[in-house]
């Protein structure tokens, strides 16, 4: 994909699988996020991500906006249904993995899981925005940013209302496994 190179050549380096977030903020792109995958450290919090990320359904993060912003910590997403939705891509909610669970999050871009308590694993992720080691040791680390700092500075620099909901939104307009399938790929795949 033109324009992409950066993106071609990390992943020439390693066999974990990628994914991608297209993001738009007020309605204007402003680009995409690209992630690594820890399956060694959380598989089934990938496959969950994977799942929402690359379904073509209602129960895609494609169309759903980032909920809860902030600042300076981290940006959420991942929630549908107007919140009700507690589920992940396994029906129930699933338990924390503990390689997962374990890794510090000492690091701005890390990809984790959103939950409610111990265990409550579904489909709400947040990316952390800069170091979160209040965060570690309760949320399941699954990824961490590889691509698209200046996109992650972009979306974490909006405000947050009173509620820590963003005050601009923030959307995913695209999402789904990186590199995606060519186009004329896709649409044999879904013949």
């Known amino acids: 994909l033109r324009g992409h190179e950066a993106a071609a050549r990390l992943l020439a380096h ?20 690209l992630f690594e995958l820890d399956t060694t450290a959380a598989p089934k919090a990938v496959a969950n991500f994977l799942g929402f990320a690359s379904d ?15 600042p300076g910590q981290t940006l959420q997403g991942g929630q549908f249904k107007g919140g009700q939705f507690k589920g ?6 699933f338990a924390d993995e503990r390689p997962g669970l374990s890794t510090p ?14 265990n409550s694993n579904g489909s709400q992720f947040y990316v952390t925005l800069a170091p979160c080691e209040h965060l570690s040791g309760s949320h399941v680390v699954f990824g961490r940013l590889v691509l698209g700092d200046a996109v992650l500075d972009a979306v974490g620099g909006v405000p947050a209302d009173e509620a820590d909901r963003p005050t ?9 496994r990186w590199p995606p ?9 879904t013949a």
Do not use: K
Not at 58 to 63: D, I, K, P, V
Not at 181 to 189: F, G, H, L, M
């Open 168 to 176: 601009l939104p923030i959307a995913i307009s695209d999402c789904g």
């Open 14 to 33: 390693t066999a974990r699988p990628h994914a991608f977030l297209r993001l738009s903020l007020a309605g204007a792109s402003v680009g995409l996020l």
């Open 56 to 70: 073509s359904g209602s129960m895609c993060y494609r169309g759903t906006m980032f909920h809860r912003l902030l």
């Open 181 to 189: 399938p060519p186009p004329r790929a896709a649409a044999e795949s």
């Open 105 to 118: 999050q000492d690091w701005r871009g890390l990809l984790c899981m959103a939950n409610s308590g111990p």
């Open 88 to 93: 992940s891509i396994f029906g129930a909610p």
